[in-house]
């Protein structure tokens, strides 16, 4: 089992930035790919970033290529989302999330998912 934890959701306005953390405990060994997920009222759950955390291979959706950047922090079983240039068209729910293998922007190929965080962008 893994337990995932985000944190740093908040309100900001466009153009502003956010950093979002998800902590991670439990048999993290055994996972091969952390990811952030998004999902907006009314839409349906996107793959944002994802990280392979044996080589360390980062892979974005272009909706946020240039602005966001992920990365993992081994020591601490934490894993950011780095935000910038954000824009209305971002809020959403923030979910990170832990997989075992299989395409990064699949959600069905995640297994363990945190409660979420909100970023809401105004223009």
């Known amino acids: 089992q893994v337990q995932l934890v985000e944190s740093g959701g908040g309100s900001v306005q466009a153009g502003g930035s956010l950093r979002l953390s998800c902590v991670a405990s439990g048999h993290t060994y055994m996972t091969n790919c952390m990811g952030w997920f998004r999902q907006a009222p009314g839409k349906e759950r996107e793959g944002v970033a994802a990280?392979?955390?044996?080589?360390?291979?980062?892979y974005y959706a272009d909706s946020v290529k240039g602005r966001f950047t992920i990365s993992q922090d081994n020591a601490k079983n934490t894993m950011y989302l780095q935000m910038n240039s954000l824009k209305p068209e971002d809020t959403a729910m923030y979910y990170c999330?832990?997989?075992?293998?299989?395409?990064?922007?699949?959600?069905?190929?995640?297994?363990?998912w945190g409660q979420g965080t909100q970023v809401t962008v105004s223009s």
């Open positions: 990280v392979y955390t044996g080589g360390g291979s980062t």
């Open positions: 999330a832990a997989s075992y293998g299989g395409s990064w922007h699949e959600s069905k190929n995640f297994d363990y």
